[in-house]
């Protein structure tokens, strides 16, 4: 496994990671959830992710008490939590980031996963509707109290980063250290040259999320949706068009004849391209289960054996945005 800096931080996580989003939460249950850990650990990832609002507290409940089954030392491992969507449907707690919410939901979720504290704390989405003062205060604050050790940012323009960026430097504060950013074949554009050297100027590092297009690129949609898999569960209608586009899946296809060249399965061809991109730090995979996630920590032997030639075969089938 390889391991980068997380931007400037001096932190070390594996080029890829493992995320829980639907795996611990709808499809998740104890044995299965510590399989799929120890399979990624086995193969050297260091860093896990989980956000409150997957599977509303479920991913992080199912998370913790894996972690605590496995007994792993605290130390060997970088775990990541977001806020931002809360649990609760009421005024002040959810789709916010201002104080009163910040700091009442990193103890609940340091509660459900039975950890003093998490190494990378990120503000899951904007919010338009709090000063940014207060939430880099807030994120600030709980730095400072040791339950996170580093803070950053989900879904934030370059602009948004940079004026908190600013306002941590002016007030003295924790700056943001990380970025979390799509980044797939279908959105190359996401990471481009220019939005990684601005985010480098503030020494913030990049984690990517969803390298399969939420699992499109392993080519499983081409005929129908597979049963079990995230698109025949209820409640992600909202993904199904996009995975069954005939368009995406013809490209797919052509992905998977290179991959097929190279002894290799389209997710991780589409996994190694993604580790490819040195501006980022961590490429955080999902797998539902134990067997896709050992296909897809492959891409790393893979990734040395795309030459430039290779890279724009692949560039060239999927279109730039
Ligand atoms: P992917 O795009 O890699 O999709 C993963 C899903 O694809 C799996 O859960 C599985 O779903 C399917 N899959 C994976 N590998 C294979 C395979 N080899 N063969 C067949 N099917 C496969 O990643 P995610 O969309 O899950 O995103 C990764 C992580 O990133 C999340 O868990 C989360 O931690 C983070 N994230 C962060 C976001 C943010 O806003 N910051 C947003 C979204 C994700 P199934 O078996 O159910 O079909």
Redesign the pocket.
């Known amino acids: 496994m390889e391991y980068r800096r997380l931007g400037q931080a001096g932190l070390r996580v594996s080029v890829l990671a493992y ?5 611990f939460s709808e ?1 998740g249950e104890l044995s299965t959830a510590m399989d799929i850990l120890e399979v990624a650990r086995q193969a050297g990832v260091n860093l896990f ?3 409150d609002c ?1 599977g509303h507290g479920q991913a992080e409940i199912l998370l913790g008490r894996a972690l605590r089954e496995l007994g792993w030392d605290r130390a060997t491992y970088v775990l990541s939590t ?1 806020l931002f969507s809360g649990l609760r449907d009421c005024v002040n707690m959810c789709q916010t980031l201002n104080r009163k919410y910040l700091l009442q939901a990193i103890d609940e979720s340091l509660e459900r996963l039975r950890t003093p504290f998490v190494d990378l704390l ?1 503000c ?2 904007p919010d338009p509707g709090t000063p940014v003062e207060e939430t880099v205060w807030a994120m600030s604050d709980i730095v400072a109290a040791g339950k996170a050790h580093y803070w950053g940012t ?2 934030w323009s370059v602009e948004q980063i940079r004026q908190a960026w600013e306002c941590a430097e002016r007030y003295r504060l924790r700056k943001p250290s990380m970025e ?1 950013v ?1 980044y ?1 074949l279908f959105k190359r554009a996401s990471l481009d040259g220019a939005y990684a050297a601005r985010l480098a100027e503030m020494g913030v590092g990049i984690a990517t ?7 499109l ?2 080519g ?1 949609y081409q005929h129908a949706i ?1 049963r ?4 025949a ?1 209820p409640g992600y209608d909202w993904l199904r068009t996009s995975l069954v586009d005939a368009a995406r899946n013809g490209r797919v296809r052509e992905l998977a004849a290179i991959a097929h060249a190279l002894g290799a ?1 389209p ?1 991780q061809l589409a996994i190694a391209w993604c580790t490819r991109n040195r501006a980022l730090s961590s490429v ?6 134990p067997a ?2 050992r ?2 920590l492959r891409a790393v032997a893979l990734a040395p054996l795309l030459t430039a030639e290779l890279m724009q075969r692949i560039e060239h089938i999927f279109p730039y945005g």
Do not use: C, F
């Not at 999320?209 to 699992?215: D, I, R, T, V």
């Not at 079990?228 to 698109?231: D, E, F, I, L, Y």
């Open positions: 995320g829980t989003w639907v795996s499809q992710d989980t956000a997957y977001k990120y899951h989405r989900s879904g979390q799509e797939n999320w969803s390298p399969l297009a939420a699992g690129l392993s499983k597979p079990g898999s995230r698109a569960l399965t997710a955080i995979l999902g797998a539902s289960n896709q996630l296909e897809n």
